[in-house]
């Protein structure tokens, strides 16, 4: 009678196990010492291709995962097992056999241990947080395009401070050059005329005197205001000379 009621016990629990397993979005499978599958949920049946959990039952990550992987996977689980350790949280990328497209795991594994406290084997839970890492990889190039982005906008504000600074000594040349080019049309409106009119003054009186005296006076004078008039001229053009045209 007891003996029925244990049998009874651990088929009700068993069947409540496969009942939770199977009601879970999450891959959750058994596995031996040897790393074969001796019990999963349709989710792990249907990531590797087959349409039952029945299916998986003795395999290993060898018959339906590319070898990098599967040799990554069995390795991994061979060393939780004679360490006796627990993986906890861990990504894992895979080929989803159905969609033949890479996917993230986080990956739980917990070594099963006997009465005696051997490890027998291991309890898996993989849960697909492939939205959740294309968002944060999404995220992460948007950060990277924003940092590039900033700068290449710094290296813009650099190139147009260095262009405005050049700007503004192109302003303030053009403003000296005017300024000197101002000052020699002025003297060439009021300066040059008091000697130039003076020599046209005494032209005048000299064609009207005949007085030898008075004459070599006039010339005497007129040189005077060539030399004052030669003196503008060369002052002149000595700022002229001088002046820096500014580059476009």
Request: charged share 30%; with cysteine.
């Amino acid at each position: 009678m007891k003996k029925k009621l244990n049998e009874d016990t651990s088929f009700a629990q068993k069947n409540l196990f496969d009942l939770i397993i199977e009601n879970l979005p999450d891959q959750i499978y058994l596995k031996d010492a040897k790393s074969r599958f001796i019990l999963c949920n349709t989710p792990v049946a249907h990531n590797a291709g087959y349409k039952s959990p029945k299916d998986m039952i003795g395999k290993t990550d060898f018959d339906f995962h590319d070898l990098p992987y599967a040799e990554q996977f069995f390795n991994d689980e061979q060393s939780l097992i004679k360490l006796d350790r627990s993986l906890i949280n861990h990504e894992e990328q895979f080929l989803d056999k159905e969609t033949n497209e890479l996917r993230w795991n986080l990956s739980t594994k917990v070594p099963i241990k006997d009465n005696a406290g051997k490890v027998v084997g291991l309890l898996g839970i993989n849960r697909d947080i492939t939205q959740m890492k294309q968002a944060l990889l999404e995220r992460e190039e948007i950060m990277a395009n924003l940092v590039q982005r900033n700068k290449d906008l710094e290296q813009l504000t650099t190139i147009l401070s260095e262009q405005s600074e050049k700007l503004n000594k192109h302003a303030k040349d053009l403003e000296t050059l005017n300024k000197t080019l101002l000052e020699v049309a002025w003297s060439n409106s009021h300066e040059l005329r008091k000697p130039l009119c003076s020599i046209l003054s005494l032209i005048a009186l000299l064609k009207q005197t005949s007085d030898e005296r008075e004459r070599n006076k006039l010339i005497e004078l007129m040189e005077i205001c060539s030399t004052e008039l030669d003196g503008f001229i060369k002052q002149n053009n000595k700022k002229i000379t001088t002046l820096e045209i500014p580059e476009d």
